[in-house]
């Protein structure tokens, strides 16, 4: 279960990969990209196809993020967790 400590000590950090920064405008995804630069942190969308999201060009995947970054939001389809997750954990 995640509590409030947590969600504090991942707030804290300031460079943050989100997977899924759609490049849907609507999208949760991409709603949650634009919240967390309009607070002023270091995000970076990982996105497979897109070349950027709101200006900011996009990682391939999460190895390809330098200097890496010291969290990973992923904010996709369920089936996509797994992998995503491991490639973070792997990416550092």
Do not use: N, W
Not at 18 to 30: D, E, I, L, N, P
Not at 51 to 76: F, H, K, N
Request: proline share 7%.
């Amino acid at each position: 279960m995640t509590t409030r400590r947590d969600i504090e000590a991942f707030l804290a950090l300031r460079r943050i990969a989100v997977a899924g920064a759609s490049r849907k405008t609507a999208s949760y995804g991409r709603m949650v990209f634009r919240e967390l630069r309009r607070r002023g942190y270091d995000v970076i969308p990982v996105h497979p196809e897109a070349e950027e999201i709101d200006g900011i060009a996009c990682a391939r995947r999460m190895a390809d993020i330098q200097p890496p970054p010291e969290a990973a939001l992923i904010l996709t389809s369920p089936a996509l967790y797994a992998q995503l997750g491991a490639e973070a954990k792997q990416a550092g």
